[in-house]
DNA sequence: CTATAATGCAACTAATTGATTGCACTTGAA
DNA sequence: TTCAAGTGCAATCAATTAGTTGCATTATAG
């Protein structure tokens, strides 16, 4: 699970973690593991796990500053994860209207007497 | 994690099942586990897991033809993956645009003399 | 210089996950 | 009507994951 689309939509498949990445989308100066911690319902520890795995994955990045560190968002790979996506999807449309035509084209030069079953 | 995002996330989180899911996007007359199986490295029911998985994320739809079951791909999530993704980036990348300004701003509007350090 | 705020590290636990194996059930072809 | 192919179910297992708690370390405000 170590390839960086994994790592991408792992992160992003836990709530809690979909949740603090959000919160740092809304603030562009970036926050703190104390600060998310107080209002979560999570110890902070939890917090932090969270936050390093968002930062594995590309998500967020750690910035120390002093005694504390800002987590900032980071939105490089989600630009990848969703190009991703939308390349399969319209792959997959195109195959779809593909497949259709094919159906269409074999009724067409079907006799009538010929169709199975 | 039972909310809609996260499945579609969890179930493209792993490569196995990524792999599984575009071998469905490449046919769109579906794939049965068994044949999907014959190349892969893992068991059968494994694969089966996998695909079941798809399919509750809405990734994969299980179509039953006479003792087979074909599995074909289904892309309307993929959609509202794709769509959650780039509705966050834009927000960030407006954001920090707006940020930026007000750095910008607050140089113009900064005596020389009072610059801080 | 000394409290105290913020973070880091480590051990531990419970739940989930990816995978396996063995066997039962169902369906179609010969 | 057999029997093999395809699928379904359940138990089991190792690894990972989300979370906790306790304590150590670091850095700044007085």
Redesign the interface.
């Known amino acids: 699970?170590s390839?960086d689309?994994?790592?991408v939509?792992?992160a992003?498949?836990?709530?809690t973690r979909?949740s603090l990445?959000?919160q740092l989308?809304?603030q562009?100066?970036g926050r703190t593991a104390t600060e998310l911690a107080d209002n979560a319902s999570v110890s902070r520890q939890a917090i932090v796990k969270h936050l390093q795995l968002l930062a594995n994955a590309g998500l967020a990045v750690a910035v120390r500053d002093g005694r504390e560190v800002r987590y900032r968002?980071s939105?490089d790979v989600?630009?990848h994860?969703?190009a991703w996506?939308?390349v399969?999807?319209s792959?997959?449309?195109r195959?779809?209207a593909?497949?259709e035509k094919g159906v269409r084209d074999a009724q067409n030069s079907r006799t009538p007497t010929s169709r199975r079953r």
Not at 12 to 15: G, V
């Open positions: 699970m390839d689309v994994s790592v939509f792992a992003l498949s836990d709530p979909r990445f959000e989308l809304e562009p100066q968002a939105t989600v630009q994860a969703s996506l939308s399969r999807a792959a997959w449309d195959r779809l593909a497949l």
